[in-house]
């Protein structure tokens, strides 16, 4: 009989911030772009994009992009929390960068993120 580990205190941290995202944001949202719009906000601008995605989560290309894209209005049902934006000096290359209603969802769930990061007696 194989033996399951338990998460340990980082996996609890992060099932509760993903289960805070998901209270405050939309309950259906893909875990993906979750991980890709908390991306957007710790990582300075002009480095997340689908290719960055590609090679921090190890999806194929396609998978990358169309999560990415979600996050946008660039689709039916896009969240508009990001939207794409050219490179200071290379107009070939695309990434995220939030939108003011990206901003405002950042601010919101920074403080339910921090707590769920301290939880008692896992911090």
Known sequence: MKQVTPFGVSGVRFRKQIEAFRKEVNHEMHILQMIIFVEVVNNPQHTVNPKYI????AIIPSSASRHCKRLTNDVEDGY?????VYGHNDYISKYLELTKK???LADTIRPV???AFTLKGLS
């Open 54 to 57: 590609k090679d921090l989560l």
């Open 113 to 115: 993120f921090q707590e």
């Open 102 to 104: 990206g901003e405002d």
């Open 80 to 84: 508009g929390l990001c939207q794409v």
